[in-house]
């Protein structure tokens, strides 16, 4: 198993990308534990890990994202939380946050969100006299709330591989996803308050008005998406082809959506898609092989070894996804974990929706983590500030959301209050 | 690279025009397929038993398809904590040495997924059955062979990418010892969740 | 490390996709101890439960590939895979009448038949039994006649059989991934389900669906296949064992499949599902009767079985 490891991350830092590091190092352990003949496997064990109805909604979510994107949907938005949020002081930090909010409810994917947002909200930012790299910072960990607040790419896989509803996980997600947003909006009031963040003056009552009326058709997708599965019209995977059809009918009723923006988004769709589903055609490689060589038991027992208690099992199981977190991204920790998580969910006996929000919940909140943090790379690169400086402001937010994962994970109310409420 | 009009780079050309136009393709039936499976059971009460499966073969296809694609505009997500630490030269260096197990990795898998896919002659790809029974009365009887060769078309087009990854920077990085075109900020935009 | 010398025991890697209280699981734990019976430390059985290494179909694919040792898998994708239509012959509907008949047929003449059906495909069938008779799970009302079918859009396995089976008795069949069973009937998105006990009772589906008709119309057979590699591999004395383990495998499964099902109708009932009879279940037999005679067209191998369970014990 140390060989996996010593080999995975020595590609890892070598520059190669974490889908070959991955199926490389999985494949050298095949063969270094004397199951070499079993090689010719792995090509179905990549198809497998693409193989799967659900994990069509990749693609599809993604695609509904990016239409909205080019078609005026993020800059609606922008001028929708303006209107609201705006003329507070250092206002245009509360409107990244509240922004990332209601883009979330339309994106399932935090990497989209970063980048979407980013190139609007972190100049805005820069412009009313915030220092970028708090902007950077600001936007890297609001878009933590994509894969949080439903739609979520990571919840759709999450619940893939342990079974747990996905629609309940969907709901499960709201109250951290606020939980989230308020910690952060508080923050930014706070530090606009001692830094003294300039005030730009309130918009007339008729433009706030008009951004309402051109950013609610977008803001009522999460609803008509929700409405959609509850009455039965369509499957949550069906749902992201409905939410494609819906951009589409919005983009082009508002006449921002060309034919020729529609088949670059296609496009590009695929190849984004194609470098998340690389990852978990990969990583099935390497569960086949972990299973083969019965690691997950090694390492639960391990664990075990350590203390029986469940908060303790809880804690470590928290420090483990997060470690794991800073160096590994979502679906690769989803996908080499799971049957270690579903070992440890059914010791804890903590309910699976609940589980499942606590895992995605770290699992996200480690892109926005030192050394490994995609949306702290993408929040610098937009932003030309170096990483380092965005780190270090990035901090005190990330704690923020730990704050809200403690909360998660200790009062089971917080999270169900959704899943039960609706059921 | 120099020569825009040569013989290599039109068909270099022409295979980045099909590989996207497929891509687009694909994306495109699989909305359509989907969307029409809902208006056919929700409306119609009726229902199309191949949608689902022919989903996911064109995932799958679309997946593998456009790996090589996705590499060259650097989508893949890598960490390049030693890069980072390399001048031009050596940055090139490190990344031809990597690509010696890479290369080798794709190479075993495209000839164990071909390998793998001849055993399956006989399984025939029910979708397709479905459909062309309902047309012309008769099954198809095309081979799942058709589906499971994309991971070695894929891997093999992947394969030929990091290769001609390393032949494109070579001038730059290594005779000039400039950066490499592909910027940071290229590498890490690439979508994860 | 250094390990201590002993007898040593050819390792046997077992997969399957089903859960640890299936019936298939049982195909697995019987097989291993009758296996462990009859040569006692020559096997060590590994048994993967629960997809851990793969769904049926990938399963399947790497024991035709001969890098599977044994695998049980559902008897529909027997001919789907391999393209050997025999296996088909279990789900002629109406036409094994309960366990017992399954385990008669399975353990003659004609069971052996049909799983050395499979060689040519390179794998040696062990076992065959049925893991549970299946039934109609609708979600609006009870079904009692013929008439109410009619319509109901009712998720099946797509594979022709079905089909053909389900669109003759005229509901509205539709293709979905079994993960969205349960969400679908919960929504609506789909009214109906064909469906054994243990899979209501596994997937929670009694939360969802309250009316139960026992319609009994085809047993959901799974089979114990080795891969041809591993067979060949064998010494004449483990050949022996692992057919005979096969064939003892087959009681032990179909005894544990009947008491859970019977069992489980029970539980059902204590958790507010209503089970009722198909009034009109003659005329559910006539209007599929047909299909029989097509599929036996098909391969001698179902029409002999065909005749054999139609044959006074
Ligand atoms: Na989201
Ligand atoms: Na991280």
Known sequence: MSSFFLLFAGFLATGVPIALALGIAGTAYLYLSGNGMMALMLPQRMIAGVDQFVLLTIPLFLLAGALMNVGGVTTRIVTFARAMVGHRRGGMSSVSILSSGFFAGISGSATAE??????????????????PAYAAALIAVSSVMGPIIPPSITMIIYGVLSGASIGQLF?????????????????????AKRDGFPVTPRMTGRERLAATRRTLPALLLPLIILVG???GIFTPTEAAAVAVGYALIIGFVYRDLTLTRVWDALIATALVSTSILFITSMASIVSFVFTLEQVPQLIADAMLSLTENPWMILLLLNIFLLVLGMFLEPISILILTMPILMKFQALIGMDPVQFGTVVVLNVVIGMATPPVGILLFIASAISGEPVGKVIREAIPLVGICLLVLAVIALVPQVSLFFPSFLN | MQDRTGPLARFVTGY??????????????????????????????????????????????????????????????????????????????????????IVVFLGLMAWYGWDFASRFDRQTIPALDFIWTALSGEALGLSIRWVYVSVTVGLALLALHVLADLAVSFRRQVVDNLEDTASDADRTSAGTT | ??????????????????????????????????????????????????RQLGDDKQLLEGSVAGLMDVVSVSGVLLPLVTGRPAMNGWQMPFLIRDYDHFGELALGDIGQKILDDLRPAGLVGLAVADTGQR???????????????????????????????????????????????????????????????????????????????????YPWHMSTVM???????????????????????????????????????????????????????????????????????????????VAAAGAPA
């Not at chain 2, 191949?50 to 296809?61: Q, T």
Request: aromatic fraction near 8%; hydrophobic fraction near 50%; include cysteine.
């Open chain 1, 114 to 131: 970063a980048s979407a947002l980013g190139s609007i909200l972190i100049p805005s930012m820069a412009k009313q006299g915030m220092p």
């Open chain 1, 171 to 191: 709901l499960a997600g709201i109250m951290p996803g606020i939980g989230i947003a308020s910690g952060l909006l508080i923050y930014a009031s706070w530090r």
């Open chain 1, 229 to 231: 599965i509850k009455a």
């Open chain 2, 16 to 101: 980045v025009w099909l590989v996207r136009t497929l891509a687009g393709v694909s994306m495109l039936l699989i909305v359509a397929i989907m969307l029409a499976q809902v208006f056919w059971r929700y409306i119609l009460g009726g229902s199309l038993i191949w949608a689902e499966e022919l989903c996911r073969y064109l995932l799958i296809w679309q997946t593998f398809l456009v790996l090589g694609l996705a590499f060259s505009k650097g989508e893949f997500v890598a960490l390049e904590f030693v890069p980072s630490l390399l001048n031009p030269r050596l940055r090139w260096l490190l990344k031809a040495v990597m690509a010696v197990p």
């Open chain 3, 1 to 50: 490390a250094p390990h201590v010398a002993r007898a040593a025991a050819r390792r046997m890697r077992f997969a399957h996709a089903a859960n640890e209280v299936h019936p298939g699981h049982r195909m697995a734990t019987s097989f291993s101890e009758a296996l462990e019976e009859l040569m006692p430390g020559a096997f060590e059985v590994q048994i993967f439960p629960n």
């Open chain 3, 135 to 217: 039934n109609f799970l609708s979600i609006d009302k009870a079904v009692t006649t013929l008439a109410d079918f009619s319509g109901l859009k009712t998720r099946i396995v797509p594979v022709p059989l079905h089909q053909q089976i389900w669109e003759t008795v005229g509901t509205a069949p539709v293709g979905l991934p079994y993960g969205e069973v349960y969400g679908a009937l919960e929504t609506g998105v789909i009214d109906a389900v064909e469906i054994n006990v243990s899979s209501m009772l596994g997937e929670n589906l009694w939360e969802v669906g309250k009316h139960f008709t026992l319609t009994g119309h």
């Open chain 3, 227 to 305: 891969s041809e590699r591993f067979f060949e591999g064998l010494h004449d004395e483990e050949k022996a064992a692992v057919t005979e383990a096969g064939r003892r495998s087959v009681t032990a499964t179909l005894d544990y499949a009947k008491t859970q099902d019977l069992e489980g109708r029970e539980e059902l009932k204590s958790k507010g599902v209503e089970i009722v009879e198909l009034s009109e279940l003659d005329q559910m037999r006539d209007r599929v009767s047909d299909l029989t005679a097509e599929w036996s067209g098909k391969d001698p191998l179902i029409a002999e079985l």
